[in-house]
């Protein structure tokens, strides 16, 4: 008989113990101003945030981390994440999501990716709700120590001399794309996809993230303000929140460039409000979010209709879904379930997937893939990263820009390439403007 081979250490053998503390902050001060300066320990990829309207979390320094490829990097970081979560020392004086032990992550679109999950937990953490602010120490060390009040850090650089190029999909190839998609929807093999484009910017100098995430702050209110592992953005799209038993995802699709004249703006959600090619993407993307998120509630509520969403640069079909955890699904079980929503993939979502393989000449990276936090509960908040941009590992002076739009048969190519711009621009703003 042969002998069956050895199993795998299990990943808690591996996963270290660390400790942490959490203790209540006194401050009033921005928590993007507590992100320090790259130095030599703090290289600028180590910076995490997650930040709406003042309330979130941001982090620095690295305690621990894991990466992971292909179709398993979910379940593969849920595992390394329940092991460190089992392993941990805790001593939490504030007690709410998100204080405690906390992982940040990021994770690539595609199975296929070149690009890897990453799961970092940041060794100081500083976040805030409705208005209590804490702060949290994580160490490798046996004993808990005192912890040292953060301190704001100086104003970052403004990048410099920024130029931009095409990445690897320029405008004119992503007419084509959005041409050759509408084909195959109209030929019957699926109702949508959605094809990105990227674009290159470079400074003269390494881009500091802290600048670009405080301008995104200052300008999208709306919006969730992220960075993990040099993957910067502002994304309006919730994937999916577990907060204390409640599950709340915001599913936007549908879209429509504003004007910069309040007037015609108010006018344009009207019509995007009554527009049958909008709302036929927009409910794809809620159904695949209401299918996903069935067999983890027990109670949901998607709204009959969905409102306008407002951002600086565009406005959006919106529907906030709410729904009753039944079970103990972690927030990154949800994210891996929902992924990749119709939002970001297409109707139905092999198909659209595979098309995406085949037309968009790219490797997406962390773009539209799920970005956030998790504490050791499995509360957390998973976005999609989108607005965004990933720096490039080997040249801190360059970043890579995304932007996507969802193709169904009545798509024109010039509208989406005028979109896909529209999508750009809170990205192309932050590195350009002072
Ligand atoms: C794909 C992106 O956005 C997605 C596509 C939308 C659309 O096509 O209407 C709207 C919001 C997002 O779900 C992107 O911003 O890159």
Known sequence: MSSLPAPEAPAAATAPAVVVRTVPLDSEESLLAYLPAAGADGQPETLVSWVRRGDGLVGWGTALEFSAM????????????????????????????????????????????????????????????DGQTWLTSVTLEPQLRPLEAPTVASDPPSPVGVTFADGSVSPSDYAHAVAEAVQRISSGRLDKVVLARDLIATAREPIDPRWVLRRLAERYENTWV???????????????????????????????????????????????ARSSKDLEEHEYAVRSVAEALAPHSSSMNVPEAPFVLHLPNVMH?????????????SSLTLAASLHPSAAVGGTPTAEAVALIGELEHMDRGRYAGPVGWMDARGDGAWGIALRSGAILPDDPTSIRLYAGCGIVAGSDPESEVAESNAKLIPMRDALTSS
Request: charge should be negative; charged fraction near 25%.
């Open 317 to 329: 079909l919106a529907t906030d879904v709410a729904a009753v955890s039944a079970d103990d699904a």
């Open 226 to 272: 992220f960075a993990v592992a040099g993957l910067l953005g502002a994304t309006p799209e919730l994937l999916v929140r577990r907060d204390q038993g409640l599950i709340t995802s915001r599913v936007l699709a549908g879209t429509i460039r504003r004007t910069g004249d309040d007037e015609a703006d108010l006018a344009l959600a009207a019509s995007l």
């Open 70 to 129: 292909g179709a398993d990097r979910f379940r593969a970081a849920e595992a390394w994440w329940r092991s460190v979560a089992s392993r941990a020392v805790v001593r939490d004086e504030v007690g709410v999501p998100g204080t405690g032990l906390v992982c940040f992550g990021s994770f690539p679109f595609a199975d296929d990716s070149s690009d890897s999950a990453r799961l970092v937990v940041p060794s100081t953490i500083v976040g805030r709700r």
